[in-house]
């Protein structure tokens, strides 16, 4: 398994899609090694793509703001994204970019063993699909629900861009990151049958 920086090194050279044309500076993953929540992106984006680091534009500022009202420290929290290079303006990752690109998810994920993952989403929903080998559907259907995959509880969630275009669905975006503080609280000390039950969980084979 190899490490975070190693990992890092790779993505800052890596060539394995059509992204590499469109990207300024690769985005690696930030947070701490040991982090209990992942929180997983679409792409970078302009200022992302300008200085290298996750979440760093107005759709970072709102996920810190939700993140400091939901009382879930930042250095509980890995950020990263479904690719890792900015796609041209306007577009979304293909489903070939997010493949190529998914062995650094499959990598983090193996590297921090996160207990909640929220992919936030379809681009991120699909990422995570791809390396649980589970189709978890599109957002707007699952947002909120709770899933156990692989040792690990999923709460897709909508994209903050998606909030910052449509605020109607900020309460709903609110109310399920309090869910998931309180749920990255309950993994550290209840059993797994307690929570699978108290949080109505579907149970991913
Ligand atoms: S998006 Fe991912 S797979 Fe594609 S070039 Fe960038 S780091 Fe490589």
Not at 30 to 40: K, N, R, V
Not at 138 to 167: D, M, W
Request: aromatic share 6%.
């Amino acid at each position: 398994m190899r490490s975070l920086p190693d990992l890092c090194n790779e993505i800052k050279n890596c060539k394995k899609c059509d992204l590499q044309f469109s990207r300024k500076k690769p985005v690696c993953g930030f947070g701490g090694s040991q982090s209990t929540i992942m929180i997983i992106g679409e792409a970078p984006g302009a200022k992302e793509d300008e200085m290298g680091k996750p979440f760093v534009g107005r759709s970072g500022k709102l996920l810190d703001a939700t993140l400091e009202a939901s009382l879930i420290p930042k250095a509980r929290v890995y950020l990263t994204n479904s690719v890792r290079c900015r796609p041209k303006v306007g577009e979304t990752p293909k489903n070939s970019e997010i493949r190529a690109c998914s062995p650094y998810l499959r990598d983090e994920i193996e590297a921090i063993v996160p207990r909640v993952i929220v992919p936030m989403g379809n681009s991120a929903i699909r990422a995570l699909g791809e390396i649980m080998n589970n189709d978890f559907g599109k957002v707007t259907e699952i947002s909120g629900s709770i899933y156990y995959c692989k040792k690990a509880f999923i709460v897709p969630q909508f994209h903050p861009a998606a909030i910052l275009r449509n605020p109607k669905r900020s309460v709903k975006f609110r109310e399920n990151f309090e869910t998931i503080s309180q749920l990255a609280r309950d993994v550290e000390i209840d059993p797994l049958d307690a929570i699978v039950r108290n949080y109505d969980v579907k149970v991913v084979s």
